[in-house]
């Protein structure tokens, strides 16, 4: 229990550390937030609020895990550091995007096209390490596991891919993303332990301990995040906690489960799905506008009361998740 605490508060503790002294420096170099247009009016306002945020936890991450093996002498599980350099590798593409718009030009970041290969890249390389393991995936409730066989590197990449835009969608409203992301974390710190015990693997209890650390760096983060925020993570933030999340599913078999854990971001993606097709083929949009969290904001709903509304989702279904593994 002991370390359970430290592994939240260094994680809090860095990410305010790194806050204090990234946020001055991206508002120096004029590191600022383009606003849509068409985007709710009330979010005008936000314009030029620094962004690539991203960076303060990512940063928090990786110091407070390193710390702790250089005090143990240890070193991480193979797991752990793939899934570490999964959430690296992702952040990477998110701060090329967002360096690139920020500094030479909204219409100079990355292609669609361009992003979207560099994450099925990435994301292949992560499931190539996987492949000795098998193509099992563990059904909810049951605990029982399901081959798919050679159907399960294109459902890896499609879920690593899909979360990281998942998250980006969700990062529209001050806290959500960040807020989500760490109950999906927080729930992931029982899965991983669990998933150790069962596979009578003690070194894959370090899963639980880098979610842990995770969450505590989300929870500082959003203490400069929530509404009204001081900073925006960015792409370099979303796209990295979509890297870490599906990283956990894929580490843990739990690919099946994460359609609870990340209810929120697949409800997200959905909607825009629907807009899209809706409005291609009948001519009208079901929504006022998409992402999901959008529509509330324009039938008058305060940010914070979305954003209070999409994290409780989030806490549900999260819960679901973890009662859903027969192991835990």
């Known amino acids: 229990m002991k370390f359970l605490a430290l592994y939240l508060l260094s994680g809090f503790a860095l990410s305010l550390v790194f806050?204090?002294?990234?946020?001055?420096?991206?508002?120096?170099?004029?590191?600022?937030?383009?606003?849509?247009?068409?985007?709710?009016?009330?979010?005008?306002?936000?314009?030029?609020?620094?962004?690539?945020?991203?960076?303060?936890?990512?940063?928090?991450?990786?110091?407070?895990?390193?710390?702790?093996?250089?005090?143990?002498?240890?070193?991480?599980?193979?797991?752990?550091?793939?899934?570490?350099?999964?959430?690296v590798s992702y952040g990477l593409i998110g701060f090329i995007d967002d360096y690139r718009q920020v500094r030479l030009g909204r219409s100079l970041g990355l292609r669609a096209r361009e992003k979207m290969a560099l994450q099925v890249l990435f994301a292949?390389?992560?499931?190539?390490?996987?492949?000795?393991?098998?193509?099992?995936?563990?059904?909810?409730?049951?605990?029982?596991?399901?081959?798919?066989?050679?159907?399960?590197?294109?459902?890896?990449?499609?879920?690593?891919?899909?979360?990281?835009?998942?998250?980006?969608?969700?990062?529209?409203?001050?806290?959500?993303?960040?807020?989500?992301?760490?109950?999906?974390?927080?729930?992931?710190?029982?899965?991983?332990?669990?998933?150790?015990?069962?596979?009578?693997?003690?070194?894959?209890?370090?899963?639980?301990?880098?979610?842990?650390?995770?969450?505590?760096?989300?929870?500082?983060?959003?203490?400069?995040?929530?509404?009204?925020?001081?900073?925006?993570?960015?792409d370099t933030g979303s796209l990295a906690l979509g890297g870490l999340l599906a990283g956990y599913a894929i580490a843990t078999n739990t690919e099946l489960v994460f359609l609870f854990i990340a209810a929120v971001q697949l409800i997200e993606v959905v909607s825009v799905i629907m807009q899209v097709i809706s409005f291609q083929v009948f001519g009208k949009r079901i929504f006022k506008m998409t992402p999901l969290h959008h529509h509330f904001e324009l039938l008058g709903w305060s940010e914070k009361r979305v954003v209070h509304l999409f994290w409780f989702v989030s806490l549900v279904m999260a819960i679901l998740g973890i009662a859903s593994m027969a192991y835990v």
Request: net charge positive; aromatic share 10%.
């Open 19 to 87: 806050g204090k002294l990234l946020i001055p420096k991206l508002r120096e170099l004029k590191i600022g937030q383009h606003i849509r247009a068409e985007g709710p009016k009330t979010h005008h306002k936000k314009s030029g609020t620094p962004t690539m945020g991203g960076l303060i936890f990512i940063l928090a991450i990786t110091f407070s895990r390193a710390a702790f093996f250089a005090v143990n002498r240890g070193l991480p599980c193979r797991e752990e550091i793939l899934i570490w350099g999964l959430m």
């Open 124 to 234: 292949a390389l992560f499931i190539w390490f996987f492949v000795d393991r098998g193509s099992l995936i563990i059904t909810p409730f049951s605990g029982r596991p399901l081959d798919i066989g050679v159907l399960y590197p294109v459902l890896g990449i499609v879920l690593i891919a899909g979360t990281g835009n998942g998250m980006n969608f969700a990062d529209g409203l001050d806290g959500l993303a960040a807020g989500v992301a760490a109950i999906g974390l927080g729930a992931y710190s029982f899965i991983a332990s669990g998933y150790a015990r069962a596979m009578n693997r003690p070194d894959l209890a370090s899963l639980s301990a880098l979610a842990l650390s995770s969450v505590g760096a989300l929870l500082g983060f959003l203490v400069y995040n929530y509404n009204p925020a001081e900073v925006f993570m960015g």
